[in-house]
């Protein structure tokens, strides 16, 4: 049960788009700049499989630029 | 647990993110987290002007599963810029004291006892009702504060005043800055400061007239102390009765004492005129002279009764007057050397430099709490260093509302939200608006604040309802109005949020809900409304003071006048309220700009918040022409007084020996009910104490923390003593902070006031000290 939080980077321009898209995905919580070209996205996924397929939503987004992982911990991990 | 768990490591993953990019990106801001569709929101965030002092801070209250976690400042506040003090930061612990009350109270063969609210609203009408028929409209009262919200005050004054038809209305406000609105009102004819916070952006010297804005304001202070840093030509004097935080980051501390404050202010003027530095064209164009009463005694007795009557004098009647201030006489009573009275003289005098003087309870809570107010305006007005930017006689407010809830909703007894009783055309204007026949509104005050509490000693107030406020720790003279409520026959309600010594004398106990748990709007210092919605929900069955005062109106009949539901009250009073300030002189913001902005000024003209009124530069209402347009007073001039010094109410002498003074800390709001629940204001300053001269220490014996038995014709207190701590009184004088109910220093205390406003000195009293 992973919680991951990064700086979404935007495509130039496109903060607006990107927040839409990412507050599109489940088990996202956004939280955007509001003067600087930059998102705050928190990431709380039940298992790996869901984290797996979360991942590749993020990959595929056309309006993120990049993510810069903040805080990362998982439950499995200390188990 | 788990989810409580997950929930935190959530916040911490953003916090981290948040941090991180805080780095990567040098002033970056989240502030508008609440704005975000879709946001499932592990904080959101909401605006609300800060509940403790006057000064206004916006704030951005965070809000995690219905509960307040987190405060910010509101970067969008005009006022603080997203600067708070400690209170602001820690505000929203004050909603979850343990003995937060929640339900009902009765009191049952003398015990209190848990009902549900509705019961305990039934019995608050019934008896309201009662009492009026057996006894009267007039023994029957309500006593309210500077921290009702607008629409609290608003439906109080409706009810009582243009249903119930007594003036009984009051508000703690009084004990709080009624001098400021009858310096106001005797020097300008109408109420409130001319210039606003801007002013300390543009001004070159300030001076703090007994006022300790390092602790009781401390953001305006900083800003203050941020001009002086940024710009070369700041200035910062503090005149004061004794050395504070705001002595030592000021560049000059001029001690004088206590009552002196007027000679000095005439003193000053002396110089001026002296000198030749008045503004001869401001002057003669904008101002007039008078002078008043003398002798005017000091309210110490049942009934006094006082009216000042105005005579015009010439500017040579009036400097003849200030022969009796020459500089050096004055040292002699001041103590203040004729040396820095010329200094202070000579920055109002200098045409070069623009000079804000800010003062709060030092001048306001005093015998001649008027007489000083219109002193300082004196000045100011002698050089026309006023209502331009940077140039500002500038009084501060010490609650969030007494400026919006209490001086322009006029919640006090003479008041109404326009105007006063005594005017037909007010009265008339307040029963059309109200829907009530004109005859409800009765032509005659009643009684202020203190006459008000002797009143329900005398037994001629039988019911009083008091609400968002402590009188049982603050009433001066306190043991005759505690004895007094407690007598066979008097009924006190009390609404309130914890358990205080003033609902120990309740009959009925009414849970309220506390700031951001209910929609409501207060008022600053410097005319600025600011809008709150409810962010979370009040726990229990705690409500709102507006919406208790409502369900007692409909209980007694008054369904017409308040056909308000809970859905929608607080925006149809508001809409309701502006009616009455309709106009270029105080025309407010809607409801639904009031709504969406950090807070607005009035008078809000097309669109337009007011900076500087009486200036046609910045103010709709001017329409004379010229530079200024004092448009208060008939003669569309501001007053000059010709006011005299005269000693206060109790002074030292051979058997109490010295002065006492009583004030605020920096971590502590007012009777320390919501900041003693605090648990870091709490531990900060866990109680209260004496603070002694040193030398003063050492003549009695005593060192830090032993105990001190201050006496007076009033009463006692054991206290710990302060020697050296944050504020030094000068030899001769003791200071009491007024936050700790275990230390009831208003036993102490004078029930002394000013006769033409009728607020209490709080500052000056005569005691003596034994070591306990």
């Given at each position: 049960?992973p919680i991951f939080s990064y700086l979404a980077m935007p495509k130039s321009g496109a903060k607006e788009v990107l927040c839409a898209d990412l507050a599109a995905l489940s088990n996202c919580e956004v939280i955007p700049s509001d003067n600087q070209e930059v998102v705050v996205l928190v990431t709380d996924t039940?298992?790996?499989t869901t984290e797996d397929k979360l991942q590749k939503s993020l990959n595929n987004l056309q309006s993120l630029q990049s993510l810069s992982l903040a805080f990362g ?7 | ?9 959530k916040?911490?993953a953003a916090?981290s993110a948040v941090a991180t990019a805080g780095a990567l990106f040098?002033?970056v801001s989240f502030?508008n987290w609440?704005n975000l569709t879709n946001n499932s929101?592990i ?730």
């Amino acid at each position: 049960m992973p919680i991951f939080s990064y700086l979404a980077m935007p495509k130039s321009g496109a903060k607006e788009v990107l927040c839409a898209d990412l507050a599109a995905l489940s088990n996202c919580e956004v939280i955007p700049s509001d003067n600087q070209e930059v998102v705050v996205l928190v990431t709380d996924t039940p298992d790996e499989t869901t984290e797996d397929k979360l991942q590749k939503s993020l990959n595929n987004l056309q309006s993120l630029q990049s993510l810069s992982l903040a805080f990362g911990y998982d439950d499995q991990e200390k188990q | 647990m788990k989810l409580n768990r997950r929930r935190f490591l959530k916040y911490a993953a953003a916090s981290s993110a948040v941090a991180t990019a805080g780095a990567l990106f040098p002033g970056v801001s989240f502030g508008n987290w609440q704005n975000l569709t879709n946001n499932s929101g592990i904080i959101s965030w909401q605006k609300a002007p800060c509940r403790f002092c006057g000064t206004g801070c916006g704030v951005l209250v965070g809000v995690s599963d219905g509960r307040a976690v987190a405060v910010k400042g509101d970067p969008n506040c005009s006022v603080n810029k997203g600067l708070c003090c400690m209170k602001g930061y820690h505000s929203v612990q004050m909603l979850y004291g343990k003995d937060r009350i929640t339900t009902a109270k009765v009191r049952k063969n003398g015990e209190m006892v848990e009902v549900p609210i509705k019961e305990a609203l039934d019995l608050v009408a019934e008896k309201l009702q009662e009492t009026k028929d057996k006894h009267g409209k007039d023994s029957v009262a309500i006593y309210g504060s500077g921290q009702w919200t607008i629409p609290d005050g608003y439906v109080a004054s409706k009810l009582f005043k243009g249903c119930l038809g007594t003036n009984n209305v009051e508000a703690n406000a009084r004990l709080c800055m009624a001098s400021a609105v009858t310096g106001f009102m005797t020097s300008f004819g109408i109420d409130e400061p001319m210039g606003c916070y801007e002013d300390m952006d543009h001004a070159n010297v300030f001076i703090t007239w007994g006022n300790n804005m390092a602790e009781m304001h401390p953001v305006l202070f900083s800003r203050m102390l941020a001009n002086r840093k940024r710009r070369t030509n700041v200035t910062v004097i503090d005149f004061a009765t004794r050395s504070t935080r705001t002595s030592q980051a000021a560049d000059k501390s001029i001690l004088f004492r206590p009552q002196t404050d007027l000679a000095v202010a005439n003193a000053i003027c002396y110089e001026i005129i002296k000198n030749d530095w008045v503004n001869w064209n401001f002057v003669n164009e904008h101002v007039s002279f008078h002078k008043g009463k003398t002798n005017i005694g000091y309210g110490t007795e049942d009934h006094f009764a006082f009216k000042d009557k105005a005579e015009s004098i010439n500017f040579e009647e009036y400097k003849l007057f200030l022969e009796d201030y020459t500089p050096e006489k004055v040292e002699k009573i001041s103590g203040v050397s004729a040396r820095d009275i010329k200094y202070m003289a000579a920055l109002y005098g200098d045409p070069s430099l623009k000079v804000t003087s800010f003062w709060c309870m030092g001048m306001n809570q005093h015998t001649r709490g008027t007489w000083i107010n219109n002193l300082v305006y004196n000045i100011h007005l002698l050089v026309g260093k006023i209502s331009t930017p940077g140039n500002s006689p500038f009084s501060l407010t010490g609650q969030p509302s007494a400026c919006g809830t209490v001086r322009e909703v006029g919640t006090l007894t003479h008041k109404l939200p326009h105007g006063v009783v005594m005017k037909e055309h007010h009265r008339e204007m307040a029963a059309e608006i109200w829907d009530v026949p004109v005859s409800n509104i009765d032509p005659k005050p009643t009684y202020h604040t203190v006459e008000m509490f002797r009143a329900l000693d005398r037994g001629d107030i039988k019911f009083i309802w008091i609400q968002v406020t402590n009188p049982m720790v603050t009433m001066p003279n306190l043991r005759r109005y505690r004895d007094g409520a407690l007598k066979d026959g008097r009924f006190v309600v009390v609404s309130d949020v914890y358990p205080t010594p003033t609902t120990d004398v309740a009959d009925v106990i009414l849970p309220a809900a506390l700031w951001v748990e209910q929609e409501g709007m207060f008022g600053n210092s410097e005319r600025r409304t600011q809008h709150f919605a409810e962010i979370v929900k009040p726990p229990g069955e705690a409500m709102s003071d507006t919406w208790q005062i409502i369900e007692v109106a409909k209980r007694l009949g008054f369904e017409k006048q308040f056909p308000w539901t809970q859905d929608d009250y607080i925006g149809k009073i508001w809409e309701e309220y502006r009616k009455f300030h309709a106009g270029p002189k105080h025309e407010m913001a809607s409801y639904k700009v009031l709504k969406e902005r950090s807070g607005v000024q009035w008078p809000f003209v097309n669109g337009k918040e007011t900076r500087w009124r009486f200036n046609p530069k910045y103010d709709p209402a001017c329409t004379n022409g010229k530079e200024f347009d004092f448009y208060g007073k008939k003669d569309n001039r501001a007053w000059i007084w010709a006011r005299p010094y005269e000693p206060a109410a109790e002074s030292p002498d051979s058997e109490y020996n010295f002065w006492l003074n009583t004030g605020r800390v920096i971590e502590h709001w007012h009777t320390g009910s919501m900041t003693r629940r605090i648990p870091v204001l709490h531990n900060a300053v866990p109680s209260s104490y004496v603070e002694l001269n040193p030398e003063d220490a050492a003549e009695l014996g005593v060192v830090n923390g032993e105990m001190v038995k201050i006496i007076s014709r009033r009463g006692e207190v054991t206290m710990p003593a302060q020697i050296k701590g944050r504020g030094v009184p000068p030899r001769g004088m003791v200071f009491v902070p007024f936050f700790d109910e275990s230390y009831l220093i208003n036993e102490v205390t004078l029930d002394a006031f000013c006769p033409i406003s009728k607020q209490a000195d709080y500052k000056k009293c005569a005691v003596r000290l034994e070591k306990a």
